[in-house]
């Protein structure tokens, strides 16, 4: 299937979502799905995520490293597929930190949230895959591949 959805209303989605569904494997098979808070860097692609220390979704990754993100709604729909890597370094998750401080600011008080709490993992999605469709129609699925190395 071919559909011709602009690369760039898909990116301009992706920006703007608060919340995306991340999709982990549980040791013995089972899916783990919830709603997590992102970061979407389209130059490369990668999606960062900011998950709480002894959580379901970090035994999972730590486990099994492959991981399908859900945005939008069952009409207008983005899946991305990717490999999650933990972000270790401190200058990227000090830029990270940056990127996540400008996105989620509290409208009532203005304070920002911060990527960076002792109990805070940092994590890159590498994407490997997106399919997205718009209108509940299947015939305007789209998909990019990126070949990574």
């Known amino acids: 299937?071919?559909?011709?959805?602009?690369?760039r209303k898909v990116d301009i989605w992706l920006q703007g979502y608060r919340s995306i569904w991340l999709s982990t494997t549980r040791p013995d098979g089972r899916p783990h799905c919830v709603p997590v808070w992102y970061w979407w860097d389209s130059e490369k692609p990668d999606v960062y995520l900011v998950l709480h220390g002894g959580t379901e979704k970090?035994?999972?990754l730590t486990d099994q490293a492959w991981v399908?993100?859900?945005a939008g709604n069952a009409d207008d729909t983005i899946i991305?597929?990717?490999?999650?890597?933990p972000v270790t370094t401190q200058s990227e998750r000090e830029a990270i930190n940056e990127k996540w401080q400008s996105k989620y600011i509290d409208p009532f008080s203005g304070a920002t949230a911060s990527a960076m709490n002792d109990n805070?993992?940092?994590y890159r999605i590498e994407?490997?895959?997106i399919m997205a469709w718009e209108y509940g129609a299947i015939?305007?699925?789209t998909d990019w591949n990126f070949?990574?190395?």
């Open 68 to 70: 399908v993100l859900n």
């Open 58 to 60: 970090i035994k999972n």
């Open 147 to 149: 070949e990574r190395t």
């Open 127 to 129: 994407v490997q895959h």
């Open 1 to 7: 299937m071919s559909g011709h959805i602009a690369w």
């Open 120 to 122: 805070d993992f940092v």
């Open 80 to 85: 991305l597929e990717g490999i999650a890597h």
């Open 139 to 141: 015939q305007t699925r």
